[in-house]
Structures are given as structure tokens and as C-alpha cells.
């Protein structure tokens, strides 16, 4: 997913599938969203605040990196930077489940967000053939691991609300012929099994991942879509780790929802207050000059968008590439200008 620009403007790495700092929130989620006196998120501080329930339904994480960083800037007297981080931590960002001890993720994160009477964001990137050997590759070993991760998923969650995202550009690869053909037919059963079991729960939501507007043949994609078994999902997410516009994700997003039964749709706002970055090499790693853009809702206005959505974790690195540290891994100054971009 984090290949070279082809026109999607992929940057997925940026989603960083960090296995231990993962299961250290899940552990401390588990407990309550304790803090303990060692971790910066926990020195005395003004606490970061959950959204309107009836705007913004899902739950803000306190344990989050903008949240820990926040408290870190108040502890060292930066009250400018921290109000500015303040502006990511105290909107609900997904949270990306890995596969080493997902059931206790899962559970963590709804039991967190039911304990706060709101709804938990996830996102399942667990395919097998990920990224088809890119940047972000890996995955399930074959489609009986994947099937075992989805199956720990859905035990975690159980009856809590929750809503997941499922699997950032699996169909889109296959579109492209990144990922080889012999692996279609297994990923099109896999994803449609997935949908499956996540939907059998009595409170989760699912929306498959379709890309973003930065491709340019979306036709292409309606008939995959199907295939993967959207139709029996709650609707489909676009622009997921992208930059492309809302209203550029909106019109992509309805030209695939008139193929597929005007089925509704999701659109990752995280980062895309100024729109793609166009210039340079790689634009869609660590550009320069980018802001955070709609602030997480469910009141869209439209009725096939369900949700404007942070799914993409704002102030996370692309990558090490324009100073940044490795995929995935926080970075403050990032983060600072994103909050200050105009």
C-alpha cells in the first residue's frame, strides 16, 4: 500500500501496524484506560474530551499518541503546541488492530469506548498478499490464519458497538494486478467471509475499503467490489490514508455507489484540509503543507455518506522520507504543522 504514485496516492504505511505499541493501548484499555505514573499521557493535565454523542458517536482513545503528546507539551509549559495537538487528540481516530493478540485488541477498544457510551473504530489490514510486497506487505501467512484473525476479532468485539473498516486497498490491488492473479479468487472469498462474520454480530457496522479518487478508472472497480461481498456490508470507505479532496471522495464515492445499489459510504477526512500534494517526488509521503480536514461526523448532509471519518491517524509518519521517522511511528512536528496549516 505504500508503493510509488500511480494516481491513488497511496501512503499506507503511514498506518503503521506497530505490534508492540498496539498492545500496550489494548493492555491499558483493558484496565480502565488507567495511566501509569511512568507514561507521559498520564502527568496532571486537562484530559482530552469525548465529541457529541449526537454529531460524533465514536469514542476518543485518552491513551492516543496526540493525547500523550498534548500532556507531554503541558507538562514542559507549551501551552501553544499543546492546544494545538489538542485540535487531533480530542477527535476519534481508528484504531488498527494487529494480529498477534487481536481479541484482546478488539475487546479493549470496545469495552473502552462502551464504558464511555460511544462507538469503537476499527480498522482490519490483515490480508494475506498485503501490499503485494510493498512498503506495508505482509498479512496473514494464508486464508486460514485470516479467517482465524477475523474470528478473534469478532469474539473480542462481541455484542459492543463498533464499526470496522476492512481491509485498506485489498480489492483495489486486485484491480491493478498488483496483487497476482492466483491470489484473487481466495481474497474475494476471504473479504466476503469477513463481511460475513463481522455482520453476524448484533452491533458492528462494515464498510469495505474501495479505493480513493485518485484513481482514475472507478468503473473498474464496482464490479470487484461486489465480488468481495459489499453488498451484504453496511457500505464502503474511500480515501482512506489519502489526501484527495472530500468533495473530489464524495463524487468518486457516488460514482461506485450507483453501480452497487446506492449503497453508502464512509470518507477518510483526516488529512485532507488542502487537498494532494502535487509536486516532488513521492507526494504521498509526508507532504509538506497538508491540514486536517473535516472533523469526524455522522451529520454529512448527504444521505449515501454515513460518516466523515479519521481513519488515517494524523501525525503518524508516511514513512522516512522528508525527514519523517519509520512508518507509523509519531511524529510531533508533523502532527504540530497539520494542526496549524490554514
Not at 483493558?30 to 498520564?42: E, F, I, K, N, R
Not at 486464508?143 to 481491509?167: H, S, W
Request: hydrophobic share 35%; net charge negative; charged share 25%.
Amino acid at each position: 500500500m505504500y508503493r510509488k504514485n500511480t494516481g491513488r496516492g497511496p501512503g499506507f504505511a503511514a498506518r503503521g501496524v506497530r505490534t508492540g505499541a498496539a498492545l500496550a493501548g489494548a493492555a491499558l484499555l483493558l484496565t480502565a484506560c488507567s495511566s501509569s505514573g511512568d507514561d507521559p499521557g498520564s502527568d496532571s493535565g486537562t484530559p482530552v474530551k469525548q465529541q457529541p454523542k449526537g454529531t460524533d458517536p465514536y469514542w476518543v482513545n485518552p491513551e492516543g499518541n496526540a493525547a500523550k503528546q498534548v500532556a507531554a507539551y503541558e507538562k514542559d509549559g507549551k501551552k501553544d503546541e499543546a492546544e494545538q495537538i489538542r485540535k487531533i487528540a480530542e477527535q476519534p481516530v481508528a484504531e488498527w488492530l494487529v494480529p498477534e493478540n487481536a481479541e484482546e485488541q478488539a475487546r479493549g477498544f470496545t469495552e473502552a469506548a462502551a464504558k464511555a457510551d460511544r462507538d469503537a473504530l476499527l480498522v482490519l489490514y490483515n490480508i494475506p498478499h498485503r501490499d503485494c510486497g510493498q512498503y506495508s506487505e505482509g498479512g496473514a501467512a494464508d486464508g486460514n490464519a485470516y479467517r482465524a484473525f477475523v474470528d478473534q476479532v469478532a469474539k473480542g468485539i462481541g455484542d459492543r458497538r463498533a464499526t470496522v473498516i476492512l481491509e485498506p486497498d485489498a480489492v483495489l490491488h486486485m484491480v491493478d494486478n498488483c496483487t497476482p492473479e492466483q491470489f484473487h479468487e481466495e481474497r474475494y472469498d476471504l473479504l466476503k467471509g469477513a463481511i460475513g462474520k463481522l455482520k453476524s454480530l448484533k452491533n458492528t457496522k462494515v464498510y469495505l475499503d474501495a479505493g480513493n479518487a485518485g484513481w482514475k478508472n472507478p468503473d473498474s472497480l464496482w464490479e470487484p467490489l461486489k465480488w468481495s461481498g459489499v453488498e451484504q456490508a453496511d457500505g464502503f470507505s474511500v480515501n482512506v490514508s489519502n489526501f484527495q479532496t472530500t468533495k473530489d471522495s464524495v463524487a468518486f464515492g457516488k460514482t461506485l455507489s450507483a453501480k452497487i445499489g446506492n449503497k453508502p459510504f464512509v470518507v477518510d477526512t483526516a488529512r485532507n484540509g488542502n487537498g494532494p500534494y502535487d509536486k516532488g517526488k513521492d507526494p504521498w509521503c509526508n507532504p509538506p503543507g497538508r491540514a486536517l480536514g473535516e472533523a469526524p461526523t455522522t451529520r454529512t448532509d448527504d444521505p449515501l455518506v454515513d460518516a466523515y471519518l479519521w481513519i488515517k491517524r494524523p501525525g503518524e509518519s508516511d514513512g522516512t522520507c522528508r525527514g519523517g521517522p519509520k512508518a507509523g511511528q509519531w511524529w510531533p512536528e508533523y502532527a504540530l504543522d497539520l494542526a496549524k496549516a490554514p
